[in-house]
């Protein structure tokens, strides 16, 4: 086991650069997801990791030692990727024991290791089988025992997830993770499902367009996100974002949106009176209250989606669209006038230039 440490790291493919001196440093042990929209660089640094994309500049240290030169058969990782990449002639053993075949390891030895990672993915059943004959959940469990026999030190994966229907990612989240756990190899994470992101990680490195935006845990990004890009990006339903212009007075800060929609915000938030600013509110912070009600807001009701545990309720506040999810089953309908309150210490602000928090 290692850690990782990615090290001003560039890459440019000809004159145009992807990757913009990025520093992430991976501990030993810890489950790190790269998350981020269509081309963000994730999987190119995912690939940098592994040696098989070359770095432009900068360094990629595995335990410690620097590998950029280092061909990826001597780095010591395993790789699962999106596409299971299992050979169709051969059996779940066989697939599972190649790596080692090709080191010519012990007999012995390729069972026993076979035999605990089958064990360990609940493949015993299905070694003799071919790869034809198994659930596309059966075949990314052989992927990831090919990668687990191998007792590297770290674990790529590369959106394994992808291709399974929704049920199955779910399944297969929950195994990955409880996987992690038993083995406690460092593992490197590539997914664009932020929800995959926010229920695996220890630590999650948010990317955009080659550049780390954050870098936290699951909640830590949820509850304190440094821009709007990461507020927008990281939850779901999506963050509300209105724009508007900073107020305050007898120690009081308010928000003033479009066609006098107000939001109180904390009083301890910085920015300038008069500032244009983004007020950012989760749909789960929004409150359904009675008419009269101090802070709230009239809102029309255009769209409710049930969704059995939860009802989202998509709105308008004069012109303004918001999102709000409760817990509780209120009977609505489009039309319907109803009175949102934001929850006041739950409210994020930014300024309206840049998308910084404040």
């Known amino acids: 086991m290692a850690s990782v440490d990615i090290r001003q790291v560039r890459k440019s493919f000809g004159a145009h650069e992807v990757i913009h001196g990025i520093?992430?440093?991976?501990?030993?042990?810890?489950?790190?997801?790269?998350?981020?929209?269509?081309?963000?660089?994730?999987?190119?640094l995912l690939r940098m990791i592994a040696g098989l994309e070359a770095i432009t500049a900068g360094e990629i240290a595995i335990a410690g030692r620097v590998v950029n030169r280092v061909p990826p058969k001597e780095r010591d990782i395993a790789m699962v990727f999106q596409n299971y990449a299992l050979y169709p002639h051969m059996t779940v053993f066989d697939n599972m024991a190649f790596s080692l075949k090709l080191r010519r390891a012990d007999a012995r030895d390729i069972e026993s290791r076979v035999s605990t990672a089958a064990e360990t993915l609940g493949l015993v059943p299905y070694l003799q089988r071919?790869?034809?004959?198994?659930?596309?959940?059966?075949?990314?469990?052989?992927?990831?025992?090919?990668?687990?026999?191998?007792?590297?030190?770290?674990?790529?994966?590369?959106?394994?997830?992808?291709?399974?229907?929704?049920?199955?990612?779910?399944?297969?989240?929950?195994?990955?993770?409880?996987?992690?756990q038993r083995l406690r190899t460092t593992s490197v994470y590539v997914t664009h499902?932020?929800?995959?992101?926010?229920?695996?990680?220890?630590?999650?490195?948010?990317?955009?367009?080659?550049?780390?935006?954050?870098?936290?845990?699951?909640?830590?990004?949820?509850?304190?996100?440094?821009?709007?890009?990461?507020?927008?990006?990281?939850?779901?339903?999506?963050?509300?974002?209105?724009?508007?212009?900073?107020?305050?007075?007898?120690?009081?800060?308010?928000?003033?949106?479009?066609?006098?929609?107000?939001?109180?915000?904390?009083?301890?938030?910085?920015?300038?009176p008069g500032q244009s600013v983004t007020y950012g509110i989760?749909?789960?912070?929004?409150?359904?209250?009675?008419?009269?009600?101090g802070g709230a807001c009239p809102a029309e009701v255009d769209v409710v989606e049930p969704t059995g545990d939860s009802m989202l309720v998509f709105c308008r506040l004069g012109a303004l669209p918001i999102c709000a999810m409760f817990t509780e089953r209120h009977a609505l309908k489009p039309g319907d006038r109803i009175d949102l309150k934001p929850r006041v210490e739950f409210g994020h602000l930014f300024d309206a230039a840049d998308g910084r928090r404040l």
């Not at 220890?202 to 954050?214: A, F, K, L």
């Not at 949820?222 to 999506?238: C, E, K, L, Q, W």
């Not at 929004?286 to 009269?292: A, C, D, N, P, S």
């Open 23 to 44: 520093d992430v440093a991976i501990p030993d042990q810890d489950f790190t997801v790269l998350v981020g929209p269509s081309g963000c660089g994730k999987s190119t």
């Open 282 to 293: 989760r749909p789960a912070h929004l409150q359904f209250v009675e008419t009269g009600t």
């Open 130 to 180: 071919y790869p034809r004959q198994l659930s596309g959940g059966q075949r990314q469990r052989v992927a990831m025992g090919r990668a687990i026999v191998r007792d590297p030190q770290v674990f790529l994966f590369d959106e394994p997830l992808s291709n399974l229907d929704a049920k199955l990612r779910v399944q297969m989240r929950t195994e990955i993770r409880a996987l992690h």
């Open 193 to 272: 499902d932020q929800i995959e992101a926010m229920t695996m990680a220890d630590r999650i490195v948010v990317m955009r367009d080659g550049h780390v935006e954050q870098i936290g845990s699951p909640l830590e990004l949820y509850d304190r996100p440094v821009n709007t890009f990461v507020a927008g990006f990281i939850g779901s339903p999506a963050m509300n974002m209105v724009e508007g212009r900073l107020h305050r007075e007898d120690g009081r800060a308010w928000v003033m949106a479009e066609e006098g929609v107000r939001f109180q915000v904390p009083d301890t938030v910085s920015g300038q």
